[in-house]
Every structure is written in C-alpha cells, then in structure tokens.
C-alpha cells in the first residue's frame, strides 16, 4: 500500500505582484535536477517549508533530462561491495575513499527502494541479489518534480538564482534571483540554502549542458566556500560527428580507427581517453559499437533519442563505422566541484549545503569519471543528506531581507560596461579544445592562467545590467571562475593521472595520491587536501573501527 506523503508547511508569500516575488521559507533549494529534487523531499519529510528555484523548468532541464536512469546500487553485501569498490580505486587513481563510497551506497540503496512505494514503476530484482532501476530520465525526473509537489512545496521554474543572501554573521539565509518568463525579480529568505545547481560544461553545447554554468560553484566560493579536484573537470564526452548527442555509455564497448584506418588500442575508457584523443587530433576517428545482440534493443530503449539521431545519420552503429568528435563535459562527467566537508552536505559556511554536481565526487570516483550510475547515487545520496540538514538547521530563523546583504561579486553591482558575450568566448579558449584542456603543459596552463586572471581583473567591476542581461553576466562570471580554479589547480599536479593528462609529467607519481583543494577569487589558493583517501579493505577496516 502507498502511502501519502506528510505535507509540510507552505512557504509565506510576502509579496507577489508584477515586477517582485518575496517568499518566506525553512529551506531554499537551487537546482531542479536528481540532486534537488530528493533534497527537496528529503526536506519536506522533516517538516520544512521548502522553495525550489530553477534555472529551467523542474523535472525536465538540464543534463539529467536528456539520459537513462540507470543508478549505481550495491546491495549492502561485503564482498559485492569491495569488489565494486576496488574497481572504482583502479579507475579512480586511488583518490576514492571507502568510508564515503559504502555511506553514498547505502543511502542510495535506501532511498531508491521507496520508489515503488510511492508509485514509481521499476524494474525488477536482479538474480545477483543486487537491485536496478532503469529507465528514461523524463519520466523519473517528472515522478520525482511530482512528489516534490506531494511533499508541499513551491517550485519556482525559469527562475536563476543570481546571488545568495547573508546574514550580519556571515549566515546564509536566502537568495535573490529573476524569473525569465514573468521578467521579474525575486528573493527568498530561507533558514537554509542547498546548491544544487549541477557543474559546468563551458556552454560547449554538450546535450542539455548549456544551463550548467557554475552559477552555484561561484555564489558558494563568495561566502567562502572552496572545492576540490578541479583539475579533473576535462572529460570530454563522444558524439556522432556534427551532433551534441553524448552518451558516452553506449561508446565503451567499442572499437575504433584513425583518420588512415588504422585501429587505435586503448585502455580503460572509464579511466582516461587520451589514446583517442590524441588520435583525433590528427584527424577524425571512427568508431563501431561491440555490445553483444541480446543487449541492443535494451541500449534502444533505455536511450531512444542517441539512436533517432543514427538512425536519421542512416548508421547502423552496431554494423558501420561512423565518425565522431568530442564534446566538452566538464564537471558534469568529470569530477571537480565544491568540496563538502562531511555527510551532512555542508561546504563549511553556516546555513549553507550542496548536493549532486556541483559537489565534488572525486571520493566516491577519483580521477575518473563517475558516468551516469556513480552520479546519480552520488545525486540521491548528498540531495538526501543536503535536504534533511537543511531542515535541521533552518530552525525557526527567519531573517528579514533588510537584515540580509547580497554576497556577489562579479557580475552583480560594478559600473563599467563589459562584454560579456567576450568573456564567455575567451573563457572557452581555455576549456573546450581539446589540445588546451585534454593535453596539458607547464607553459599552457601558465599562459592560460595569466589569460584568465587578467579577465577576471578586467571584469570583478563590470555592469551585469538587469533582467535576462543580469542572468548572463553572472553566467560568463562563473564560468570564468571555473576556468581559473581548474587551470590553477591543473598546474599544480605535476603527474598524469586519470583524465588529467601532462604531456610535461607523462607517469603517474605515487607521492601525489591526495585530493587537491582549491579556492579564492581574486588570488586563487591550491593545496593538498588533508584528508587523504581511505582506500583498500585494510585501511577500511582500521578506519571503520
């Protein structure tokens, strides 16, 4: 039998008329993707009165949107687990951790078992004892929009956020934005924030990724919030050529060719794809997908909309060759992104939480992508962490906006006119090709850095103008702070490892086995992460204890 969810409180609507929007709430959420939903569910449970604000519209942008649901669940089964485990070390460089990859399984194993509870269909059991959940993401993400509703909360769709709000002791308490298609402005005031508002993929024009901008990556380093792995945030996706369809997936059990027809080996495609990518090049590559007959028509379901574009291409990817090119995907399937602190989702700035991309995975996938199983556990996982210490924390504190002051930076108040328009542009050069951001030098990353602190020196004063204008200025702001801390942080690990490739440091060093933080906005700061990985059965278990 289904239960009903609780119903929370609703949101206080202060004002509501044609040109501002003022709502009082427990818990702010910024995102509209996996993360943010659950968060928002997880939230609404403890009682919370809760606001989600997107950038898009709830249970339909961004990259979640445009994919399978296929989430990474381990039954909580020793042996399963640490065999599924030390594959992740490997691949991941040894910079996973034990202790967080079993926490991020075993919520997410919880979790996703209420599904069917609350109405979802699923699929079955596996024989193995183990459990999937496959589908297509706009229907999962469209259940869970529906339980946010269920649970109680305002959903604010087509509505950025532009910066956050704090209190006179450094509190995060709210946040102002714009709803695009009403053209007005907005401010919630919140007892609790959580980000969820996914990576950055430089509006390279990855499948979905456009609204992936760093927007909370940067209002989260303005209150003093750092992140870690940045130099991980170069994973370049797989597309038929002339297309942004990336389902990268589909091209691992795969062969391919160079531009004279010669096959090109290649390692693990989990861990890096520098012998493609540097094939490339030197000129186009051709692929074939391998995956056994009794697989295919599954791959056609979970993902009809890659093979709609095959199939009006006339390629049969199974039996031809096709061309492909690459797509920058950033920190959506890389790793880098704001460091959280432990499993309450907290990035170290009272009131304030993140959950889903925009968080660092870099614990739970290393140097490797995390592709779409570990990411989206990794979603339910910090989203339900996130929401509930949001609620716990949000108390009975309700700020007033006059006690509130706007923390932005870049983007929000300057005076002097910018192109912002250019920024994004010089901001790419550093990011997108792939003989700048796949293949890195000592000398590239100096040139890039000077380049991209000069800019971010040129603009931190710059006019953002009003309206969509704001929403775009703040946009080419934080994609240019994503660029800095990535190239910052690339330049320090002086190794190759995983998808960070050093034409300069071609081995991998063992005495660099540690994440690397990073932070700062006009002096960008990089150091070890103190906190070393938690890796093997032997280090688990004295951890455990």
């Excluded at 003093?224 to 945030?233: D, I, K, T, V």
């Excluded at 059990?253 to 890096?272: C, N, Q, V």
């Excluded at 493609?276 to 697989?295: C, D, H, K, N, V």
Aim: charged share 25%; aromatic share 6%; hydrophobic share 40%.
């Amino acid at each position: 039998m289904t239960r009903r969810p609780r119903r929370a409180p609703s949101p206080e609507t202060a004002v509501d008329d044609d040109t501002h929007l003022l709502l009082h709430a427990d818990v702010l959420i910024l995102g509209g993707g996996p993360a943010a939903t659950w968060a928002a569910i997880a939230a609404t449970e403890r009682g919370a009165a809760v606001v989600l604000a997107d950038k898009g519209y709830c249970g339909s942008s961004g990259v979640a949107a445009t994919a399978g649901v296929g989430h990474w669940l381990v039954p909580p089964d020793p042996a399963r687990r640490d065999q599924e485990i030390t594959l992740r070390e490997r691949r991941g460089g040894y910079l996973t951790d034990r202790l967080w990859t079993d926490a991020v399984l075993d919520e997410a194993w919880e979790r996703t078992a209420l599904l069917p509870e609350w109405g979802m269909d699923t699929a079955p059991s596996s024989s193995a004892g183990g459990r999937t959940l496959l589908g297509r993401a706009p229907d999962y993400l469209r259940f869970l929009c529906g339980r946010v509703k269920k649970g109680g909360a305002t959903i604010l769709d087509h509505s950025p956020a532009l910066e956050l709000l704090v209190t006179a002791d450094g509190a995060v308490a709210g946040a102002r934005g714009h709803q695009r298609q009403r053209g007005r402005d907005w401010v919630v005031t919140a007892g609790a924030v959580v980000l969820a508002t996914g990576g950055t993929t430089w509006k390279s024009h990855s499948l979905g990724g456009d609204v992936n901008t760093g927007d909370g990556h940067l209002m989260a380093a303005e209150v003093g919030a750092h992140l870690s792995s940045m130099e991980f945030s170069n994973f370049y996706g797989m597309v038929p050529l002339g297309t942004s369809m990336d389902k990268n997936g589909f091209f691992i059990d795969a062969e391919y060719w160079d531009h004279t027809g010669t096959p090109i080996p290649y390692r693990d495609l989990h861990e890096s794809r520098a012998e493609l990518l540097a094939a490339s090049l030197r000129g186009t590559i051709t692929a074939r997908f391998t995956a056994p007959p009794e697989r295919r028509e599954a791959m056609r379901l979970a993902m009809p909309n890659f093979f709609m574009v095959t199939d009006k291409l006339g390629v049969d990817p199974f039996r031809d060759r096709f061309p492909i090119d690459w797509v920058q995907e950033g920190t959506v399937r890389g790793t880098g992104g704001l460091h959280v602190l432990d499993r309450s989702g907290t990035v170290g700035v009272p009131g304030l939480y993140a959950a889903g991309d925009v968080a660092a995975r870099d614990r739970i996938v290393g140097s490797a992508t995390g592709a779409g199983g570990p990411n989206l556990a990794w979603a339910v996982a910090t989203g339900t962490w996130a929401g509930r210490s949001a609620a716990a924390a949000s108390g009975e504190r309700r700020a007033r906006p006059s006690d509130l002051a706007p923390a932005g930076t870049v983007g929000t108040r300057g005076a002097r006119p910018v192109d912002w328009s250019a920024v994004v542009s010089t901001t790419q050069r550093s990011t997108l090709p792939v003989d700048r951001a796949g293949f890195r030098d000592a000398a590239g990353l100096a040139a890039a850095a000077r380049e991209l602190d000069d800019l971010w020196t040129h603009v931190s004063d710059g006019a953002p103008g009003a309206g969509r204008d704001a929403v775009r200025a703040r946009e080419a702001g934080a994609m240019l702070a994503m660029a800095r801390w990535s190239v910052h942080t690339a330049a320090h690990r002086t190794e190759t490892r995983g998808m960070h490739t050093r034409t300069d440091h071609p081995d991998t060093d063992s005495a660099q086995t540690h994440r690397l933080l990073a932070g700062g906005l006009d002096d960008v700061w990089v150091h070890p992460d103190p906190e070393l990985p938690v890796t093997g059965t032997r280090d688990y278990a004295e951890a455990a204890s």
